[in-house]
């Protein structure tokens, strides 16, 4: 990879935005990590809407929570 940027980095022919979140990744990229295909900005940052990681697109389920019974 060149320091210096190219023409078409110059000349914005390349589309610079994400494709999971549409945000302005002038770098984004897949990258294989243990077998997992992890969409990045500029290569170190995760997406906020890759899949991989369950991207949050709804509200949450809680937790159904037990009573305890506690003796004295």
Do not use: N
């Not at 940027?5 to 549409?22: A, F, T």
């Amino acid at each position: 990879m060149s320091p210096f940027p190219s023409c078409y980095d110059l000349l914005d022919v390349i589309p610079r935005v994400c494709p999971g979140c549409r945000a302005h990744a002038p770098s984004w990229r897949w990258v294989r990590v243990d077998g997992l295909r992890i969409l990045t900005h500029d290569g170190d940052l995760i997406c906020p809407k890759d899949r991989t990681f369950g991207a949050l697109v709804g509200p949450v389920p809680l937790a159904p929570v037990e009573a305890v019974a506690v003796t004295a």
